[in-house]
């Protein structure tokens, strides 16, 4: 038997076969297969991680979608849409006016009242605005501008302008003006002033006018202020006699009874003789303030004569002879004359002039 059964070559004749029938080609085909399958491993990592990074990016896109949602949200929940008025402390009301300011408020506040009262004035309280979203639960305080202002003027006290007199830096009266308060100073020196005299006139107290905001109920009317500046308090002071003094001319410049004047003077009787220099207590009335005054004037006086003595040896002692008749002469004399609410304090020659000269009186004296 030559074949096999079939005519099929013997199993050591038999060839592998490649689909071509070609040696060459089998070969070429096994080498392009084994690479390709070397090669789809790496294809397949590397579509992986462009997959993973696809889906990281659309992962990221979606996160930010929601925060940006979420903001959108919040700031819809949080913005600012609205001012909350205060008068200090105190909430007056909501204004959907986000432009509204608290300098605004206080300005048209001011016009206001000062156009009511007619002066100045200064705000107590501070008005403040405070920007807020508004909660639904608050719509009911919330106005228009118009609304809050008459509330504002409500809520608000104030204070008004005025000039303060003060006497030894404490505040005696307030008037409404500068003006006023100077008036009133004017008129009270005058009544120490005699028409037609020249004469300096000044407080003794530290006298001066401030001007500042005080209570409107502090503000005195002109009468009111003059009555309390010129209310007087006794006070006791002393006296020195002068020339041609009586017991009722002393009384009377100080405004007192001689009965007065004597109980106040222990020893002091009616018929008592008063001494140039004599030193007696007298009362006088005291006002808030005291005005000074100071008069220089021209005053034609005697100029006493003056004495010489000469001593003769040749007459006993107690001999005495004018032998020259003296004779006073005339001067003119600047005197400045001090007074405290009219009574003198003071009287001091500053110049003289001689207009006739004295003689002088000589006088011999014995000495044996």
């Known amino acids: 038997m030559g074949a096999s059964k079939g005519n099929f070559p013997k199993r050591e004749d038999r060839v592998a076969y490649s689909g071509t029938g070609k040696k060459e080609e089998r070969t070429k085909d096994k080498k392009k297969n084994r690479e390709t399958a070397k090669a789809a491993p790496r294809r397949s990592a590397k579509n992986y991680k462009s997959t993973a990074k696809r889906r990281k990016t659309a992962m990221m896109a979606v996160v930010a979608v929601c925060i940006l949602l979420l903001l959108c949200i919040m700031i819809g929940f949080t913005r600012k849409n609205g001012v909350e008025v205060f008068v200090g402390k105190t909430s007056i009301g909501i204004v959907k006016d986000k432009s509204l300011t608290a300098q605004d408020l206080e300005k048209t506040i001011v016009a206001q009242i000062e156009a009511e009262v007619g002066t100045k004035i200064k705000l107590k309280e501070e008005i403040k605005t405070v920007a ?140 008592s003789s008063l001494k140039v220099g004599q030193i007696i207590n007298i009362i006088t009335k005291k006002p808030y303030v005291s005005v000074k005054t100071v008069e220089t004037t021209v005053m034609t006086d005697i100029e006493p004569k003056t004495y010489e003595y000469r001593q003769d040896n040749t007459k006993n002692k107690g001999y005495q002879k004018v032998i020259q008749q003296g004779k006073a002469g005339q001067k003119e004399s600047t005197v400045q004359i001090t007074r405290i609410n009219g009574f003198v304090e003071e009287e001091k020659e500053i110049s003289k002039k001689i207009t006739v000269e004295p003689v002088t009186e000589i006088i011999v004296q014995g000495t044996k």
């Open 132 to 271: 807020l979203h508004i909660p639904k639960d608050r719509n009911k305080e919330v106005g228009t501008v118009d609304y809050i202002i008459p509330k504002v003027r409500e809520a608000v006290t104030y204070q008004v302008s005025g000039a303060a007199i003060m006497v030894n830096g404490s505040q005696a009266v307030v008037l409404a003006t500068k003006a006023q308060a100077e008036d009133i100073l004017n008129k009270i020196k005058a009544e120490y002033i005699p028409k037609g005299a020249k004469m300096e006139a000044s407080f003794v107290e530290d006298v001066e006018i401030v001007e500042g905001f005080v209570d409107s109920d502090k503000i005195s009317t002109p009468e009111v202020a003059l009555e309390t500046l010129q209310n007087s308090t006794e006070t006791q002071k002393t006296y020195t006699v002068k020339s041609n003094d009586s017991l009722y001319k002393i009384a009377q410049n100080a405004e007192m009874t001689v009965e007065k004047l004597l109980e106040i003077n222990s020893g002091l009787t009616i018929q």
